[in-house]
C-alpha cells in the first residue's frame, strides 16, 4: 500500500510540474528555444550536406568543361597536322569530327548540370536564409526570455514587499515609538535633574552659568600651577595635616539690602 501511495503523489506531483510549466510564460519560452535550437541543429546539417553536394556538382561540371575543351583541342590539333602534310587531310577530319561530336555530347551535359547547380544553389541560398532567420528568433526569444525573468524577479519582489507591508502593523509601531520616544524624555530629565543635584547649584545659578558661558570648566594655568604645589607639599617628609577651620556662617542680609546692592551695580554700569 505504502508503493502504492507513494506512485499515485509522484504522479500526481509530475502532474501539478506540467500543468504549472505549461501555465509559465518562461518555462514555454525556455521550451520554445529548446525546440528553436534543435530545428537549427538540424537545419544546419542539412545546410552542410546541401553545400557539399553543391560543390560537389559544380566540380563534376567544371571537369566536364574541362573534357569539352580537351576534345576540341584534339579537334584542332588533327587539323594542324595535316595542314602540316604530317597527317592525311581525311583521317584528319574524321577523328576531328568525332571529337567535336564527343565535345557536344560533353557541352549538352554540361548546360544540363549548369541548370540544375542553379536550382541547387537557389536551394541552398533559401536554406542559408532559413537558417539565419532560426538564428535570429533564437536571439530574440533568448533577449526576450532574459528580459521576462528579470521582470518577473522584479514583480515577485515588489509582491513579496507589499504582502510583508500589508502584515505589518503601522499604527502599533508608531505607538511603541511614541512610548519609546516619552521615556528618553524622561530619562532625559531625570538626567538632567540628577546633574542640578550633583553640582550643587540651583536652577537659575546653573542658569546665570550658562548664559555667561561658565557652565563650562576652564583651564586656569593658575590653578594647576597651585595643585603641583600643593601635591609636593602633600608629598614632602615635612607634611603635617593640618585640621579644617570651621567657618561660621555669616548672617544673611535682609531683602532690602540685597535690593540696594542690585541699585549700587545697575548705578555703576550705567557710568
Do not use: C
Given at each position: 500500500m505504502g508503493f502504492w501511495k507513494n506512485l499515485v503523489d509522484s504522479f500526481r506531483a509530475f502532474l501539478g510540474y506540467k500543468i504549472e510549466q505549461q501555465e509559465d510564460p518562461v518555462k514555454l519560452t525556455e521550451q520554445s528555444i529548446r525546440e528553436l535550437k534543435v530545428d537549427l541543429s538540424e537545419s544546419l546539417k542539412s545546410l552542410a550536406e546541401a553545400k557539399a553536394g553543391f560543390i560537389k556538382a559544380k566540380?563534376?561540371?567544371?571537369?566536364?568543361?574541362?573534357?569539352?575543351e580537351q576534345c576540341e583541342y584534339k579537334a584542332t590539333a588533327l587539323l594542324e597536322k595535316a595542314k602540316n602534310g604530317q597527317l592525311d587531310s581525311q583521317t584528319a577530319d574524321k577523328f576531328a569530327l568525332m571529337e567535336l561530336g564527343k565535345k557536344e555530347e560533353i557541352m549538352r551535359r554540361v548546360n544540363i548540370s549548369l541548370k540544375g547547380l542553379?536550382?541547387?544553389?537557389?536551394?541552398?541560398?533559401?536554406?542559408?536564409?532559413?537558417?539565419?532567420?532560426?538564428?535570429?528568433?533564437?536571439?530574440?526569444?533568448?533577449?526576450?526570455?532574459?528580459?521576462?525573468?528579470?521582470r518577473t524577479k522584479i514583480s515577485q519582489a515588489t509582491k513579496n514587499?507589499?504582502?510583508?507591508?500589508?502584515?505589518?502593523?503601522?499604527?502599533?509601531?508608531?505607538?511603541?515609538?511614541?512610548?519609546?520616544?516619552?521615556?528618553?524624555?524622561?530619562?532625559?530629565?531625570?538626567?538632567?535633574?540628577?546633574?542640578?543635584?550633583?553640582?550643587?547649584?540651583?536652577?537659575?545659578?546653573?542658569?546665570?552659568?550658562?548664559?555667561?558661558?561658565?557652565?563650562?570648566?576652564?583651564?586656569?594655568?593658575?590653578?594647576n600651577e597651585a595643585l603641583n604645589q600643593l601635591k609636593q607639599n602633600v608629598n614632602s617628609p615635612d607634611y603635617k595635616p593640618t585640621p579644617p577651620q570651621i567657618v561660621q556662617p555669616k548672617d544673611v542680609p535682609p531683602p532690602s539690602s540685597l535690593l540696594s546692592e542690585l541699585e549700587k551695580l545697575k548705578s555703576k554700569l550705567k557710568e
Open positions: 566540380r563534376e561540371v567544371e571537369l566536364q568543361q574541362k573534357q569539352a542553379e536550382n541547387y544553389e537557389a536551394m541552398v541560398k533559401k536554406l542559408e536564409d532559413q537558417t539565419r532567420a532560426i538564428k535570429e528568433q533564437i536571439y530574440a526569444w533568448e533577449t526576450e526570455l532574459n528580459t521576462l525573468k528579470a514587499l507589499h504582502e510583508r507591508l500589508s502584515r505589518f502593523d503601522t499604527n502599533s509601531t508608531a505607538n511603541l515609538l511614541e512610548s519609546i520616544k516619552e521615556k528618553a524624555i524622561e530619562q532625559e530629565v531625570l538626567a538632567e535633574s540628577m546633574a542640578y543635584i550633583s553640582s550643587g547649584k540651583t536652577s537659575w545659578e546653573m542658569e546665570v552659568d550658562k548664559i555667561l558661558g561658565m557652565d563650562k570648566p576652564a583651564n586656569n594655568p593658575q590653578l
